[in-house]
């Protein structure tokens, strides 16, 4: 028998969007909740993320008369994960994307930019962003509402171990409070009872290396990640600890806009993000030639650069700088963007062979011009323009580990999944640290409206439920 220190109706782990989504509904559908957070700060990657998020049919393509679906939105992420996406899972994200955005705004008071951006791998411009460009604004939102609920966010607490009753159903957690992260060793040992349910919103895995070379050992402490110090697997493991089903571990995201010459996430990052693969075009150095549709999901840009070899030079003008002028301005006083007044400038620089970058620029203008056919697939009718307005930007561009579109297995309901296919007794989980939804790739600002969808789920499904009953 368990002796138990506290307990609650809903135990939380993790105090990202995806936690503190699921604290907000559960509170609401009256269940007494506490979210663990091991860090000292809360928020984890949604604290320092673009705070883009994806929604066909939002308020904003509504206003701007784009036409958009979530047929559309399913094919798309369908493409990018090669296929290999839980289909039922994509569907509820899909069909719920354009309500969370609305519960965002009319719930929470989130505010977003009056803009819309096209990332790579999206049939349409349909992404969001957070008015301070932050996921920060979700976090101090939902924090705010909790607070005022009386809903408790305890940080430096981390999750142990998941625990069971003698029938398998999630009871209560084994917890480290005061606990100093790394130092797994650090604080005190304190087990609290769920009455209800326990939901895992620990996130990924992005820096743990030992978990991340496991899957894939190319990826050691020299490949360096965007995501924040916290974002290890230990709430992955405890649930694997259950025999949870392990889906797609191994197709680790990587940035291709990462910026060579930036540590971790940045902001020179953003603005190629924002700016240079919008707007822009990549440049092997090398060659002086382009190697990628610049609007392909990120997969398929990273495997580009890869394939090249070394880094790669991402190029926009000053037209389409202006997508993102305030990044830009932070990462030209810094060095990480140069200005160049011509082509051949740039292309000096960067040691490029002599008249190639200008010859690239010239018959990617024509055929921008003409509509044409682009070699890489890029769909030249839909909106791109010619780079013809100096100074030309240069951003030195090589991948980083973001984003891990594997975790556990969950069902529609955000209940995790054993071996079995079966679900876990009293155990849900929501963002991040689940997997399957996004398959091989996920598409840019469709992980933040994942993690308000499904947390959103678990928090009104763990609720549902009846103290002592199995779901
Ligand atoms: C730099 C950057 C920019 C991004 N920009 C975007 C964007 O614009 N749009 C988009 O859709 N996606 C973006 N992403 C991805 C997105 O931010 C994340 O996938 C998303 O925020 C994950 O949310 P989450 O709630 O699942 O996890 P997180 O927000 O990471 O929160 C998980 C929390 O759980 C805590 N935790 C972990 N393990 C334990 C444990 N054992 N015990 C207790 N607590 C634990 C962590 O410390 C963390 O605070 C970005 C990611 C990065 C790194």
């Not at 993790?14 to 509904?25: K, P, T």
């Not at 809903?151 to 029938?167: F, K």
Request: charged share 20%.
């Amino acid at each position: 028998m368990i002796e138990w220190d506290e307990q609650t109706d809903i135990v939380i782990i993790g105090s990202g969007l995806a936690g503190l989504s699921a604290a907000i509904e559960a509170n609401q559908a009256g269940a007494s909740v506490i979210v663990f957070e091991k860090m000292n700060l809360t928020g984890g990657n949604t604290r320092i993320a673009d705070g883009a998020v994806a929604a066909p049919n939002n308020y904003l393509q509504k206003k701007l008369g784009i036409e958009d679906s979530p047929e559309l939105l399913y094919a798309d992420m369908i493409k990018a994960g090669l296929g290999l996406n839980h289909p039922d899972l994509v569907n509820v994200m899909a069909q719920k994307a354009a309500e969370a955005i609305d519960w965002t705004r009319e719930t929470l008071g989130v505010g977003y930019m009056d803009r819309l951006d096209r990332f790579g791998g999206h049939s349409v411009a349909r992404c969001l962003t957070t008015r301070s460009h932050s996921g920060v604004d979700f976090i101090k939102a939902l924090s705010h509402l909790l607070k005022q609920k009386g809903v408790e966010i305890r940080t430096r607490c981390l999750l142990n171990r998941l625990q069971t009753d003698n029938q398998g159903n999630v009871n209560g957690v084994q917890i480290r409070s005061d606990y100093r992260f790394p130092d797994n060793q650090s604080g005190t040992v304190r087990n609290i009872h769920a009455k209800r349910a326990v939901i895992l919103a620990t996130g990924g895995f992005g820096n743990d290396i030992q978990f991340r070379m496991i899957q894939n050992p190319a990826l050691d402490e020299a490949v360096d990640s965007t995501n924040h110090r916290g974002a290890t697997a230990e709430g992955l493991i405890a649930a694997l600890e259950l025999r949870a089903a392990p889906v797609h571990l191994s197709w680790i995201q990587l940035g291709p806009w990462s910026c060579a010459d930036e540590k971790g996430y940045g902001r020179g990052a953003s603005f190629a993000s924002y700016s240079v693969y919008p707007a822009g075009i990549l440049i092997d150095p090398a060659t002086g030639q382009r190697i990628v549709n610049e609007w392909a999901d990120r997969r398929r840009r990273c495997d580009a650069i890869f394939k090249a070899g070394h880094i790669c030079v991402g190029i926009v003008d000053a037209d389409g700088a202006k997508l993102d002028s305030e990044n830009l301005q932070y990462s030209l006083k810094r060095g990480y963007v140069k200005p160049f007044a011509t082509l051949t400038e740039l292309a000096s620089a960067f040691e490029m062979p002599d008249g190639q970058l200008e010859m690239t620029v010239k018959s990617y203008n024509q055929s921008v011009r003409k509509g044409g056919q682009d070699p890489f697939g890029k769909p030249l009718t839909q909106g791109v323009k010619p780079l013809v307005k100096p100074p030309f930007y240069a951003i030195r561009l090589w991948p980083k580990v973001h984003y891990t579109p594997g975790g556990v297995g969950i069902n529609s309901k955000a209940q995790v999944m054993d071996l079995n296919n079966r679900p876990i007794p009293h155990l849900f989980a929501a963002g991040e640290v689940c997997g399957g939804i996004h398959g091989a790739s996920r598409l840019g600002s469709s992980s933040l409206t994942e993690c308000i969808v499904f947390g959103r789920i678990a928090g009104q499904q763990a609720a549902a439920i009846n103290p002592g009953h199995s779901n």
